[in-house]
């Protein structure tokens, strides 16, 4: 929810769906441009304190990974493991939680940003676990209900830029 979630069905809106968050066409493989246009667009607008990294998708990342920064030399984009890499001089962590399906159904999510300012929030008692031993006794059957009451915001829309239109090929 917090990265694709539409606002709408009891859903928060999502960073990819937030009408204040930056937005750069990538159109196929990132390259060095896309790497260092991203990370400026957040500057360019005074967001550039915090918590800055990149997230996107493990396959994103494994293209990145033998994508040279400039063409003809073996110094590639992504840098390091898969959970703690390095795109353009900031970390860069991978999920299957972003979507690779997004646009035409093949465009992989890629996202910079001050991830401080994504707020989640969890109130009550975090997990309420409710254990009903009354209600299906008859059956020697236990009824366990748990739920969470949480949401999610971005705080500071400008603060991330989603890369659109970035594909494995």
Known sequence: GALHG??????????????????????????LEDVTTMPALVADKNADLGSLSWMTTPLMAGVMKRTPLVAGYP????????REG??????????????????????????????????????GNDLEIVVDVVTKAARGQILITSYSMGDTAVRRGESFVKGTGATLS
Do not use: C
């Not at 960073?15 to 990538?26: E, G, N």
């Open 86 to 123: 390095e795109l353009g001089g900031y970390p860069a962590r991978t999920t299957n939680q972003i979507s690779k399906t997004l646009g035409a159904g093949s465009e992989h999510g890629l996202i910079f940003g001050n991830w401080t300012d994504l707020l989640v929030g969890m109130w």
């Open 6 to 31: 539409k606002g709408t069905d009891k859903q928060p809106v999502g960073i990819y769906s937030a009408a204040d968050v930056l937005s750069h066409p990538v159109g196929g493989v990132p390259d």
């Open 75 to 82: 110094v590639f984009l992504w840098v390091g493991t898969y």
